[in-house]
Each structure stands twice: as structure tokens, then as C-alpha cells.
């Protein structure tokens, strides 16, 4: 597992400039992430002596929290208060009035690139990222059933990539819904870059 990816091996323009490749493994498949990190927020968070949450419980009561604005204890229902509490540190300012939200999502996802052997396996792994960035399927040829790959590929919103060319562009993914599951998703990523970082 590396921090950073090979830009080389995939066609110009399927990965933004500003974007980070992570080489890791998630949802069971060995993946190359691209994200594009937030820096203030993961800086804050080493000072802070904090790595990441991804318990979905807290994320989704910090999700309803407004970042850096004072929430009273008052406006919490008693499983919200709970929540907080149990918090780590670096997550949130508690004081006697209320609750202030300093987490921030560490990065965001943009881009699960997978690849396989055979566009059917590649678009089934490529499947379990579809709630959480765009896909892209590299095989190392063209397939004999181009037409039904590139058919299929493109049904799903998944690309397709044979060797140096594009078959099929990623769909965009959007601006879909913060959600806490997906919150959950980049600090799990988050976690795995930060233990793929060199020393």
C-alpha cells in the first residue's frame, strides 16, 4: 500500500491535477483512490491528536451540528447529548452552554479507480463505490465483447479504460447528499492514507 499512486499508468484527464492517489484496500478490493484532501482540517487534527471517527452513530449527530457554530445543550435531544459526549477529543468543544462542531470531513473522495482482469469482475468491485465517489474500471486490453462491456459500463455510470484508452468516461458523481455513511467512508480512507504515508 502506497500514499500516492501512479498518475502514469492511466489516460490524461480521468484523475484532476489537484487530486492524491492512495493505493489501498477497501470494501474488499485492492483500489486506487483519488481524493482531494482538506489541509487545514487534517492539520488541525494532528494538532490535535486526533486521527479520524468512523463510528456512523457520531458522525450522523455531528452531521446535524453546524461547523463552528454554537450549538445549546438545550437544542440536543438527550441520544444527541449522549453522542457528544462520548466523543474524542479534537471533535467538538463542549462548554457549559452547549457544543461547538470543529470536525470536518478530512478529505473527499472523488474517484475508486479498480483493476481487473475482465471488465464483469471489474464493474462488480467497482459496484461497492458507487455511494461514495465515481468508478473506473482499467483493464489491460480492449475485451473481446467490447460492445457489451462498453454497453454495461456505461448503464451503470462506471468507466471504462483498455490499456491507454478510454472506452467509456466516469460518470460524474455529483453533489450527492453529505451523508453519514458517506462521511464514514473518507475517514476510513483518511485512516488508511495516513497509515500508507511514509515515515
Given at each position: ?62 452531521l446535524g451540528l453546524p461547523a463552528g457554530a454554537a450549538v445549546p445543550w438545550t437544542a440536543l435531544s438527550a441520544r444527541e447529548r449522549r453522542a457528544v459526549r462520548e466523543l474524542p477529543p479534537g471533535c467538538a468543544d463542549l462548554t457549559p452552554t ?102
Amino acid at each position: 500500500m502506497t500514499a500516492t499512486g501512479s498518475r502514469a499508468a492511466l489516460p490524461p484527464s480521468t484523475v484532476r491535477p489537484a487530486a492524491r492517489l492512495a493505493d489501498v484496500r477497501m470494501r474488499g478490493v485492492e483500489v486506487t483512490m483519488a481524493y482531494v484532501p482538506d489541509e487545514a482540517e487534517r492539520r488541525r487534527r494532528a494538532a490535535a491528536g486526533l486521527t479520524g471517527v468512523t463510528r456512523v452513530d457520531l458522525l450522523d449527530v455531528l452531521l446535524g451540528l453546524p461547523a463552528g457554530a454554537a450549538v445549546p445543550w438545550t437544542a440536543l435531544s438527550a441520544r444527541e447529548r449522549r453522542a457528544v459526549r462520548e466523543l474524542p477529543p479534537g471533535c467538538a468543544d463542549l462548554t457549559p452552554t452547549g457544543v461547538v462542531r470543529r470536525l470536518r470531513r478530512p478529505l473527499r473522495p472523488e474517484l475508486a479507480i479498480v483493476r481487473a482482469a475482465s471488465w464483469r469482475a471489474g464493474l462488480d468491485r467497482a459496484g461497492r463505490f458507487g455511494a461514495y465517489c465515481a468508478r473506473l474500471v482499467v483493464l489491460p486490453g480492449p475485451p473481446a465483447d467490447l460492445g457489451e462491456a462498453r454497453a454495461e459500463a456505461d448503464y451503470w455510470g462506471v468507466g471504462l479504460v483498455a490499456g491507454t484508452e478510454v472506452i467509456v468516461p466516469p460518470e460524474p458523481f455529483g453533489s450527492r447528499a453529505h451523508t453519514p455513511a458517506g462521511w464514514a467512508f473518507a475517514e476510513e480512507l483518511h485512516l488508511r492514507t495516513l497509515r500508507a504515508a511514509p515515515a
